[in-house]
């Protein structure tokens, strides 16, 4: 059986799933945003009135997701530096790819995990990044 995890500070899942699932010694995180805990607030991102994105700034959104990330890893006993393996979705490879890549670089600059990269045309909140991560659980 495996140990569902649900964090007090990431954002609240937009359907029903856990935050992660610890199965033995490994930590499976479920797509991580970079929305707000508490509020339908994504850093960087302005919206019309009708919800529609205007602009973003991939840079504010990936730091953000990236603690969302550190905070759920925290909360179950893990840490960032366990990280093994993760899955990026971006809404916008040419544009966005170059600035992500670098600021991975800054965060993995010691233990760099492995990756994927993949655009998809959307995701299912007004957002340009989401990571699906494996980590060692401690």
């Known amino acids: 059986m495996s140990e569902q995890i649900h964090s007090s500070k990431a954002p609240e899942p937009v359907g ?45 959104q990936c730091h953000s997701v990236f603690n ?13 530096d366990k990280i093994i393996d993760v899955t990026v979705f971006l809404t916008n490879m040419k544009d966005d790819f170059p600035k992500y890549n670098k600021l991975w670089a800054e965060y993995f600059k010691d233990n760099p995990p492995c990756r994927t990269t993949i655009e998809i045309n959307c995701l299912p909140t007004p957002i340009a990044i989401e990571l699906k991560v494996i980590a060692e659980a401690g």
């Open 16 to 60: 029903l799933y856990p935050h992660a699932r610890r199965l033995g010694n490994l930590l499976f995180l479920s797509g991580v945003g970079p929305r707000e805990r508490g509020t339908k607030k994504i850093p960087g991102v302005e919206l019309d009135e009708n919800g529609k994105i205007r602009s973003y700034d991939i840079e504010a």
């Open 68 to 80: 969302n990330v550190k905070n759920i890893l925290e909360e179950a006993g893990s840490s960032w």
